[in-house]
Nanobody, 121 residues
């Protein structure tokens, strides 16, 4: 059974930090590119950060560059999102995503249940 379980969300003051974790099971984690998405109330889900299967390539949304860091530990089947200098506009539900394209016609796409991050004083 495929599972992606996020943790680490919560309430933090502006300027504070949080580290999100997403632990995977039921699939070969080390073959999957992993990403963090977020969705704020009334807005579409947006890509926050992504990391290649080996961890060698990372990408970030412009809005979080320099503040957020994505990383992974393939031995622990876990991907992380370190969030620093948090702003109220970072408030959202954060989702973990795993994606692997096995063939041109077959892509595996898995999602976690989400964890709430609220930035407020």
């Amino acid at each position: 059974q495929v599972q992606l379980v996020e943790s680490g969300g919560g309430l933090v003051q502006p300027g504070g930090s949080l580290r999100l974790s997403c632990t995977a099971s039921g699939f070969t984690f080390s073959r999957f590119a992993m990403s963090w998405y977020r969705q704020a109330p009334g807005k579409e889900r947006e890509l926050v950060a992504s990391i290649s299967s080996t961890g060698g390539v990372t990408n970030y949304a412009d809005s979080v560059k320099g503040r957020f860091t994505i990383s992974r530990d393939n031995a622990k089947n876990t991907v992380y999102l370190q969030m620093n200098s948090l702003k109220p506009e970072d408030t959202a539900v954060y989702y973990c995503n795993g994606r692997f394209r096995a063939t041109v016609l077959r892509e595996y796409d898995y999602w976690g249940q989400g964890t709430q991050v609220t930035v407020s004083s």
